[in-house]
């Protein structure tokens, strides 16, 4: 027969169970308060917890088809203060530089510009453990992390990127899905922490997901960019006028405003050989001029895609 005294101590240890448990959630909680709060707040004034776990909550209803995937990016985005949330999906078997890119960019203030930007650095940051790492596994990574990849790396510098994260959603059928977070700001350390720990979560959301969501909402944005004849920049990440990587280079410091006497200073060039870009990336822009190609660089061009729905995963 038991005695009271055990029965008061099992009580006493479990209480002392529910205790602790209750501390490590209100430490959770105090951590994910402070997500952030550097940039976003006064100090000592914390980031909302509602907005944290609203990341989660929009993000898992998108994955069974209750909040269009590209609004639960735009949330995401506005809750974290990122300036680009994507879903990449690399071909782990091809060519892992031509991701399929779902983008929501806080640089475009239209709905219409969703997806314009369409860069994937998984494969930068990640590198041979792009087949071997944990699922849900954060991985962190900014433009020093970019050397082997010219394009990219100048791309990220033009945007003023100063951090990234790319959460590994699911690899399956060799292809890796990653949830990515572009930031003009350096990732605290709180922010680390955090998205480390709500990485598994969102990994098991995404792996239960309805089937096609990706591909759906990916098709759809396309049909959309046809439909209305979305830009294209000059300097988008696909190169579309084919540009050198020097060429590149001087289109990004004129969309930048620089002058011609800074560009031989950037760039530690001769005039001459400036001359001789600028001849060559007229004939692959079909401009005529220096002021010309300013503002189409600074206007993006219109280019119709063809639209290849077959060539998605369903998943």
């Excluded at 993000?59 to 088809?65: F, I, M, R, S």
């Excluded at 735009?74 to 983008?103: C, F, M, P, Y």
């Excluded at 082997?148 to 899905?177: C, K, P, T």
Aim: glycine share 6%.
């Amino acid at each position: 027969m038991e005695s009271g005294h055990t029965k008061n101590r099992d009580a006493i240890d479990g209480w002392g169970c529910l205790s602790k448990g209750l501390i490590g959630f209100r430490s959770m909680l105090n951590g994910m308060n402070s997500l952030f709060s550097a940039h976003r707040f006064a100090p000592g004034a914390g980031a909302p917890t509602s907005e944290l776990l609203k990341v989660v909550a929009v993000l898992c209803q998108a994955t069974q088809g209750k909040v269009p995937l590209l609004n639960a990016l735009r949330e995401t985005a506005r809750a974290i203060d990122a300036e680009v949330v994507s879903i990449s999906r690399v071909d782990l078997h091809g060519n892992q530089n031509s991701a399929k890119v779902l983008s929501y960019d806080a640089n475009h203030k239209t709905p219409d510009s969703f997806s314009g930007f369409d860069f994937c650095i998984a494969p930068a940051i990640c590198g041979n453990n792009m087949s071997g790492a944990k699922l849900g596994s954060a991985w962190f990574g900014g433009q020093d992390d970019l050397s082997e990849y010219e394009h990219l790396s100048e791309f990220y510098a033009f945007r003023r990127f100063s951090e990234s994260v790319s959460i590994l959603l699911e690899r399956q059928n060799g292809v890796a899905d990653f949830l990515e977070l572009h930031f003009s700001h350096p990732i605290s350390s709180a922010a680390v922490d955090i998205l480390s720990v709500l990485g598994p979560v969102l990994s098991d959301c995404w792996k239960k997901r309805s089937l096609g969501r990706f591909s759906e909402a990916k098709l759809k944005n396309t049909r959309r960019k046809l439909i209305k004849k979305e830009p294209k920049s000059i300097l988008s990440m696909d190169n579309p006028c084919r540009l050198s990587r020097s060429e590149y280079r001087v289109c990004l410091l004129l969309a930048r405003g620089l002058n011609n006497n800074a560009l031989l200073s950037e760039l530690s060039i001769s005039i001459s050989t400036l001359r001789t870009h600028l001849r060559n990336i007229y004939v692959k822009t079909e401009t005529s001029s220096q002021p010309e190609l300013i503002h189409d660089l600074l206007t993006p061009m219109v280019k119709r895609q063809s639209l290849n729905a077959g060539s998605e995963n369903v998943a």
